[in-house]
């Protein structure tokens, strides 16, 4: 997944755009848009387990 944080501004000023892929997503500030983009991507790099696979009795 590309990330990408850039300044852009809209009708209601200055804000912050992090985009994902094609998603994008607006923040009021930098701050916000880099803390957003710092636990996303402790999300995604964390371990995750897969659940197993129950086999269901004939």
């Known amino acids: 997944m590309k990330i990408a944080i850039q300044p852009v501004t809209t009708s209601t000023g200055q804000n912050w755009q992090v ?9 009021h500030t930098e701050t916000e848009a880099r803390e957003f983009v710092s636990t996303l991507q402790r999300r995604i790099t964390a371990p995750h387990t897969l659940p197993t696979q129950q086999r269901i009795a004939s």
Do not use: A, C, N, P
Request: aromatic residues 12%; proline residues 0%; positive net charge.
């Open 19 to 27: 985009s994902l892929d094609r998603q994008r997503v607006l923040f």
